[in-house]
């Protein structure tokens, strides 16, 4: 049972373009929904994270955007870098209650 | 460096054979969290400890354990290996339940041949 869809697989944007990624979950108690990147040969590393009070949350380049009725949730990298080439995950939990879920990962390639 | 730290980070074992991956959370979190992670599963939450009690446990089979001893470092043991047990296991720790999010470390990469 995959609790946390994620999609797509693959992305490749344009250097200067806006990277999109997007999850959904299906367990309505979640309340904990972060984002991790994570290079190769490296374990993923926290990137922003939101909580279902806020419907966007920003941080430098990257916004996560929260739909808690469509129980969906994107991350969104604007003028997208070369540097920016990693696995991003999806994750969700009931914070401090359940261990995060992760999605199966995005493999963006951001090309100059 | 995050600050967790996973020995060994590359193992290469036949099958049929045991192994023990090694994890020191990030000083000060109570919480070590295995994740196992392979090219079309991604991150599959294998079990987690708390301050050295088990406290969930996922998608891990009986032939693994894990435990957690008193200076809070934690061992993931994995026996009678087949070749599908090959993948990149990580750990990761945090400093309450999980409600901060995870600090992960480098992962040991387990070959099974």
């Known amino acids: 049972q995959q609790q946390v869809k994620q999609s797509p697989q693959s992305l490749i944007v344009q250097k200067g373009g806006i990277s999109i990624i997007n999850c959904a979950y299906e367990?309505?108690?979640?309340?904990?929904f972060p984002w991790y990147q994570q290079f190769p040969g490296k374990g993923p590393a926290l990137l922003i994270a939101i909580r279902p009070d806020v419907s966007e949350k920003k941080e430098g380049r990257f916004t996560i955007s929260f739909n808690k009725s469509a129980k969906q949730f994107s991350l969104h990298i604007m003028d997208s870098q070369p540097g920016d080439s990693a696995t991003y995950f999806c994750a969700a939990s009931i914070a401090g209650n359940t261990p995060l879920v992760f999605g199966k990962g995005t493999r963006l390639s951001v090309i100059a | 460096d995050s600050g967790v730290t996973q020995t060994p980070k590359h193992l290469i074992t036949a099958t049929g054979q045991r192994v023990t991956l090694r994890c020191s959370p990030r000083s000060g979190d109570l919480s070590v969290y295995w994740y196992q992670q392979s090219l079309d599963q991604g991150l599959q939450f294998l079990i987690q400890?708390?301050?050295?009690?088990?406290?969930a446990k996922g998608n891990i089979l009986e032939r693994f354990s894990a435990q957690q001893f008193p200076d809070l470092h934690s061992e993931l043991n994995l026996s009678s290996l087949e070749l599908g047990d090959s993948a990149l296991y990580f750990c990761?720790?945090?400093?309450?339940?999980?409600?901060?999010?995870?600090?992960f470390g480098s992962g040991t990469r387990l070959t099974v041949v």
């Open positions: 400890y708390y301050n050295g009690e088990e406290r």
């Open positions: 990761a720790s945090s400093d309450t339940q999980g409600a901060g999010g995870y600090t």
């Open positions: 367990n309505t108690a979640f309340d904990y």
